[in-house]
């Protein structure tokens, strides 16, 4: 694999991000992270993560848009990128009930978001909560 050898000799193995699996309508795929897990193992190295759940990313976003990263909330359905990335980075964290919830709260990977909707269809509401308060 052109990967493993080129990470071998030296250069080093970046990543997106380490996601398990990803759904689509018909069912779950493997997602990068395996792919990522296996270059590593392979080669001995670990990579470094410039995506989620990487703290930089979040605040790379922040800073891009002139803003600080208490001012935004990180939306997302995943736990292990999206609400824990978010929350390492110092932003607000808003967990959906959707896609890969499910599994992650059969696996005691949910609860640590600072609000939680069971749709993006909910976000203007609790935007307007938040805004409120």
Known sequence: MT????????????????GRYFKRADGDHVDTGAVVAAIEYAAGVTARVLGKPSPDFFRLAATSLGVEATECLVVGDDATTDVAGGRAAGLGTVQVRT????????EGLTGDADHEVDSVADLPALLRRLTVA
């Open 99 to 106: 896609g890969k919830y499910a599994d992650q709260r059969a």
């Open 3 to 18: 990967a493993i050898r080129a990470v071998r000799a030296g250069a080093e193995l970046v990543a997106l991000q380490r």
